[in-house]
């Protein structure tokens, strides 16, 4: 869908980056800002993951975290669903090596550095979201925040299908089907199938499904 590789901006250190650079980015920046941060402060040590969040079948859309050990599998979840997912109130799952995992299981008795999850939103028109853990450290924790997003992907560019000029907008649920969805306002405003059949394009792996719309 997206027409370049776009940089995003490491939250940390102000820093660019495409995808490819930014784990590898973060796996110094994440250490020296730990560092800093503890040099400046009095602050206590917790442990916290950093967590690599990506779009199984939509992988432009990523997300780097930084969560607090203690933190439970349910607030990973609702985080996904507060920030790429909610629409309806669908159930959702984490599963590891296809055996799934219980929601109130704490991270800390989860997770590892090197393991991959897989999160499932809606068993309808499911979104997958693969779960990597880079590496577990110990560093200050922003206070009342379990989750921290680190570095999050730039809105990919995507054109219109239609006159294949201006970046679309909006989606039709009923031609995206045939990946002839994406409109720019122009087209969508002329668009055969009617507005009722529109949804906006967000910067969310569940853009176009269901009832989404950011």
Request: with cysteine; net charge negative; charged share 25%.
């Amino acid at each position: 869908m997206a027409e370049k590789a776009l940089k995003a901006k490491c939250l940390l250190c102000g820093s660019e980056f495409t995808k490819a650079g930014m784990t590898k980015h973060l796996q110094s920046c994440l250490p020296k800002d730990i560092d800093n941060s503890l040099k400046q402060k009095d602050l206590k040590r917790h442990p916290f993951f950093h967590i690599l969040v990506t779009g199984s079948d939509s992988p432009e859309y990523w997300l780097h975290l930084k969560v607090k050990s203690e933190s439970g599998l349910k607030d990973l979840d609702q985080f996904f669903r507060d920030i790429w997912l909610e629409c309806c109130g669908h159930m959702s799952a984490f599963s590891y090596q296809r055996n799934d995992l219980p929601m109130n299981r704490k991270l800390k008795n989860v997770l590892s550095p090197g393991m991959e999850l897989l999160y499932q939103y809606d068993f309808g028109s499911t979104t997958e979201l693969l779960v990597k853990v880079i590496a577990e450290y110990k560093g200050s924790i922003q206070k009342n925040k379990s989750i921290q997003i680190l570095a999050r992907n730039e809105a990919p560019e995507i054109l219109c299908n239609e006159c294949g000029k201006s970046p679309a907008v909006q989606i039709c649920t009923e031609c995206q089907w045939d990946e002839a969805g994406w409109l720019c306002q122009s087209c969508a405003d002329e668009h055969e199938c009617g507005e009722d059949m529109l949804l906006p394009v967000v910067n969310s792996p569940r853009t176009g499904v269901c009832a989404y719309t950011g």
